[in-house]
């Protein structure tokens, strides 16, 4: 399984764009890039997951590089609830896998 | 996500005691998963199950089992608890869709302290 590195801790303001950049120079052709959000006291939950090039949902942007070695969270217009921890996971295309690999994640604090 | 319940929420016990959590799931999913998660780490695997007859070790299993009653239900105890098993402990479940990645669904989590 590819390992990833993210940034321990990231702090923004209310409004503002934040991008959160995960390097997995491991990875391989058929893994998934996979993001992760967990609130205090509460389960992890699914953010978005992308192969490459662009994803976008009604939460986040996923955008990955065409070398997939890395890949970039963007969550547009933060508020105070996006205050959270955010996990990079690489995880291979459904066949068989049984675990998701939590590395410390970001954590993410939006300011006033 | 309000399919996947887990009881109880807290459980404050002493070392030796048999502790039972219990995870419910309507999502008709198979697979079942338990995970622990220490202050300011991420999650670790503890045991899995595919199936009701399926049942695979995760990489921190020692002083853990499982039993996977039904679809729906997947039981995780320590046999004889001890103080650095005090952790919050998640129940995950997952349906492999076609081609796409496993996503999994977690409960609200059970925050165990072992005195």
């Known amino acids: 399984l590819a390992k990833t590195t993210q940034p321990i801790s990231m702090d923004s303001y209310e409004g503002q764009e934040v991008n959160i950049t995960c390097s997995h120079n491991?990875?391989?052709?058929?893994?998934?890039i996979t993001w992760y959000q967990q609130f205090p006291s509460q389960g992890p939950r699914f953010i978005i997951q992308?192969?490459?090039t662009k994803v976008t949902n009604e939460v986040a942007s996923l955008f990955i590089p065409a070398d997939r070695k890395s890949s970039t969270l963007s969550l547009p217009r933060v508020s105070l609830s996006d205050t959270a921890v955010y996990y990079c996971?690489?995880?291979?295309?459904?066949?068989?896998?049984?675990?998701?690999?939590f590395g410390a994640g970001t954590r993410l604090a939006v300011h006033p | 996500d309000a399919d996947v319940t887990q009881t109880p929420r807290n459980r404050i016990t002493k070392t030796g005691k048999r502790i039972m959590l219990e995870c419910s799931q309507t999502?008709?999913?198979?697979?079942m998963y338990w995970y622990r998660q220490d202050p300011g780490l991420g999650l670790r695997l503890i045991y899995y199950?595919?199936?009701?007859?399926?049942?695979n070790k995760g990489e921190i299993s020692d002083g853990y089992s499982v039993s996977r009653q039904a679809q729906a239900k997947f039981s995780l105890s320590l046999e004889s608890a001890i103080p650095n098993q005090t952790a919050l402990y998640f129940c995950?479940?997952?349906?492999?869709?076609?081609?796409?990645?496993?996503?999994?669904?977690f409960g609200p989590g059970t925050r165990l302290t072992v005195l």
């Open positions: 996971l690489v995880v291979p295309f459904s066949g068989g896998y049984n675990k998701l690999i």
């Open positions: 491991n990875i391989a052709t058929n893994d998934y």
């Open positions: 999502k008709g999913h198979d697979r």
């Open positions: 992308g192969y490459k």
């Open positions: 995950a479940t997952s349906d492999a869709g076609t081609g796409s990645s496993d996503t999994q669904y």
């Open positions: 199950s595919f199936d009701v007859k399926d049942i």
